[in-house]
């Protein structure tokens, strides 16, 4: 074995019934996600959609690819025929747009709402009121080619990992709160992508369904 499928079979190991894994490779070699691929992982997580439509037209099939990165609408184009779950959506005209593209390739694309929960100001995301307001005033409801799976959050980077923990713990009763209030009736609901690298393990303790990790698999990126 390799050391990308150890680290992924290390990893898995540990992960609880119903957390699943996003391998992310961005800025990383097809030959390294080839490696992770042939150890079995098959959910692979990307922040450019160029870098990630490459990557999709040279590797097999049945991997599903997520978006991670900061979306333009531009580029939703690209990746709307394959592209598997989008975990960064921060406003609603995005996800207007992502429902236009879904639309004409006759898709329909899970995505995460993604929210602020770190103390950092760079960020991006909804406040978590900002979300529920946009929920609550429903236009959302008529956008039928994207479906609202879940939430998506980072948590601060520091060494203060109660602060981390708590930032988790937000996002976690923000989830049920919607959840219980706006998709009771909507199994496809389900998602807290939360975790990386240095922090999975307290987000898995909070409630994570997605953790995403790239450089304790493929190690430090070359930017
Ligand atoms: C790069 C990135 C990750 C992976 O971070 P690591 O610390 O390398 O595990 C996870 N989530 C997002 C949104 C990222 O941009």
Not at 5 to 11: L, P, R, S, V
Not at 74 to 97: C, R, T, W
Not at 120 to 128: Q, S
Not at 177 to 194: H, L, N
Request: glycine fraction near 8%; aromatic fraction near 10%.
């Amino acid at each position: 074995m390799s050391h990308i499928q150890k680290e992924i079979q290390a990893i898995k190991s540990g992960l609880p019934e119903g957390v699943h894994l996003v391998a992310v490779s961005k800025f990383h070699p097809i030959e390294s996600l080839q490696e992770a691929y042939d150890g079995g992982q098959r959910i692979f997580g990307e922040s450019k959609v160029q870098e990630m439509t490459q990557k999709y037209e040279a590797l097999p099939k049945d991997i599903e690819w997520h978006f991670i990165g900061h979306l333009q609408t531009n580029k939703i184009k690209y990746m709307a025929p394959y592209v598997a779950l989008i975990h960064g959506v921060d406003s609603y005209k995005l996800l207007a747009e992502i429902n236009k593209q879904a639309s004409k390739v006759g898709r329909i694309i899970p995505c995460l709402l993604q929210i602020h929960i770190a103390q950092e100001e760079t960020k991006f995301g909804f406040t978590p009121d900002e979300c529920l307001a946009m929920l609550e005033e429903g236009s959302w409801r008529s956008l039928t080619h994207v479906q609202i799976a879940g939430v998506m959050g980072m948590g601060t980077n520091t060494d203060d990992l109660a602060q981390v923990e708590t930032e988790f713990a937000t996002l976690s009763a923000l989830f049920r709160q919607m959840k219980e209030t706006y998709f009771t009736d909507a199994p496809y609901f389900k998602e807290i992508s939360m975790g990386m690298s240095d922090d999975y393990l307290i987000a898995i303790r909070q409630g994570s369904t997605l953790i995403r990790i790239g450089s304790r698999i493929f190690g430090e990126r070359n930017y």
